[in-house]
Structures are given as structure tokens and as C-alpha cells.
């Protein structure tokens, strides 16, 4: 199963299955998570929501992989059994820290998109600027694509 699809279907049981909301929202109390937060539905259509969900995602992963632990190890047959199918979903090392790279490489993008969002009109001198900074950065960025993380640095230190 492909990045995308696990994290759409742990997300799609994180929000959907009450339970695991509340329990998600205790573990992050047990954690000293300062706000806390629920996850946000991925919608394929709108690049920008899938971001944040994956964003949000990232920034809960430690509260996600202890309530995948506390539910797998409850003495409750249903709750264990969500904590088993957590499990299943669940992203292993290297597709967290993929994803946690793809959040910081499409970050610029979504703060192009909602200064742009945000406007009443768009001016051509918005444009072209962000058109070409963005241009820019991805001609200039290393092109060792091993070296995702460093590209990724590149990419922000620019902006």
C-alpha cells in the first residue's frame, strides 16, 4: 500500500470512529500535547487539505503510535481490535519521514496559495514574482535526489 493510500485510510479511521477520536485526544493530554488537536480529512480534489492533513498527521504521530499501543493492548476484543487495524495502517520509519519531508517541500506552495487565497483580486505583480521564485527554487535546488531532505532545506531557507 502506497504512502498516500495508508495515510488517507489511518486518517479516515482516526475522524470517522469516535472512540478512537476521544482516545486520541487523551493520549495527547497524557503526552502534555499544549493544544489538542484532531486530525483533518484528506480530500483528493483539494491539494491544499490533503497538506494539512498530512501536516497534522505528522505533528500528532507521536500521540498516534501510543494510542496504536494503548488500544492494541486494551483487555476490550473491539478496542483491540481498532488498535490491530491501526497497526496495519500505521506508517512505518521511513514513510513518516517521508512524509514529514513532502509537508516541508510543499510548504512554500501552500503559502503561495493561501496569500493568493486571501486576496479579493490577484495582482500580475504577485504573479510573476512567486511564479518565478518558485521557478527558481526548484532549477536551483540540488539535484541529488537522494538527498531529499537537504533539497528540501534548500527550499526553505530560499523563501
Given at each position: 500500500?502506497?504512502i498516500?493510500?495508508k495515510?488517507?485510510?489511518?486518517?479516515?479511521?482516526?475522524?470517522?470512529?469516535?472512540?478512537i477520536v476521544?482516545r486520541?485526544?487523551?493520549?495527547?493530554?497524557?503526552?502534555?500535547?499544549?493544544?489538542i488537536l484532531?486530525?483533518?480529512?484528506?480530500?483528493?480534489t483539494?491539494?491544499?487539505l490533503s497538506?494539512y492533513?498530512w501536516d497534522?498527521?505528522f505533528?500528532?504521530k507521536d500521540?498516534i503510535i501510543?494510542?496504536q499501543t494503548d488500544?492494541?493492548?486494551?483487555t476490550?476484543?473491539e478496542?483491540?481490535k481498532?488498535?490491530?487495524?491501526?497497526?496495519?495502517?500505521l506508517?512505518n520509519?521511513?514513510?513518516?519521514?517521508l512524509?514529514?519531508q513532502?509537508?516541508d517541500?510543499?510548504m512554500?506552495?501552500?503559502e503561495?496559495?493561501?496569500?493568493f487565497?486571501?486576496n479579493?483580486?490577484?495582482?500580475?505583480s504577485?504573479?510573476?514574482?512567486?511564479?518565478e521564485?518558485?521557478f527558481d527554487?526548484a532549477?536551483e535546488?540540488?539535484?541529488?535526489s537522494?538527498d531529499?531532505?537537504?533539497?528540501?532545506l534548500y527550499?526553505?531557507?530560499?523563501?
Open positions: 500500500m502506497q498516500f493510500q495515510s488517507r485510510e489511518t486518517l479516515k479511521l482516526l475522524i470517522l470512529h469516535e472512540v476521544e486520541l485526544e487523551q493520549v495527547q493530554r497524557k503526552l502534555g500535547y499544549r493544544d484532531r486530525c483533518i480529512q484528506d480530500v483528493s483539494r491539494w491544499n497538506y492533513a497534522r498527521l505533528f500528532l500521540a501510543q494510542l488500544l492494541s493492548t486494551s476490550d476484543w478496542i483491540k481498532d488498535g490491530n487495524r491501526l497497526k496495519r495502517l506508517l520509519d521511513d514513510e513518516w519521514e512524509l514529514d513532502l509537508v517541500l510543499l512554500p506552495f501552500e503561495a496559495t493561501r496569500e487565497s486571501g479579493s483580486y490577484i495582482a500580475l504577485q504573479v510573476i514574482p512567486t511564479k521564485m518558485i527554487l532549477t535546488a540540488p539535484l541529488n537522494d531529499f531532505q537537504m533539497r528540501t527550499l526553505n531557507q530560499k523563501l
